[in-house]
């Protein structure tokens, strides 16, 4: 009848190569936080720039809908018409200015984030 002993380890490299591979594994987890961050950054960004689009066509949908009120209560004098128009005009003109001003802040901003990680 065969014992339950405890048997030592066929292959002892294994027990002594432990703490290099725990140390690996260790600077590879460290390797990988960095990636990890810039990868979170660059989300950020994304995600503030899908914010600001996502204002600007709420603010194109308003101004559609703006105009269809001109139509229904203007329809027939065009000099209202014309500053029905030109107001949806302003209105869009200024979303779009804050847009452009965003989209000119983003590259700075994300470079921002980056050092702030790294």
């Known amino acids: 009848m065969a014992s339950a002993s405890t048997t030592p380890n066929p292959n002892p490299a294994i027990g002594l190569s432990q703490p290099l591979m725990e140390w690996w594994a260790q600077q590879w987890v460290q390797g990988i936080t960095p990636m990890t961050r810039l ?6 960004s994304l995600t503030d720039m899908m914010q600001q689009e996502a204002r600007f066509f709420a603010a194109l949908s308003a101004a559609g ?3 269809g009120k001109c139509y229904e209560t203007h329809g027939t004098d065009p000099e209202k018409m014309k500053e029905c128009y030109e107001e949806i005009a302003r209105e869009v003109a200024d979303q779009h200015m804050q847009r452009l001003k965003q989209v000119a802040t ?13």
């Open 39 to 44: 990868q979170l950054a660059w989300m950020e």
């Open 65 to 67: 809908e703006q105009l």
């Open 106 to 118: 983003l590259p700075h901003e994300f470079r921002r984030r980056i050092w702030e990680e790294l």
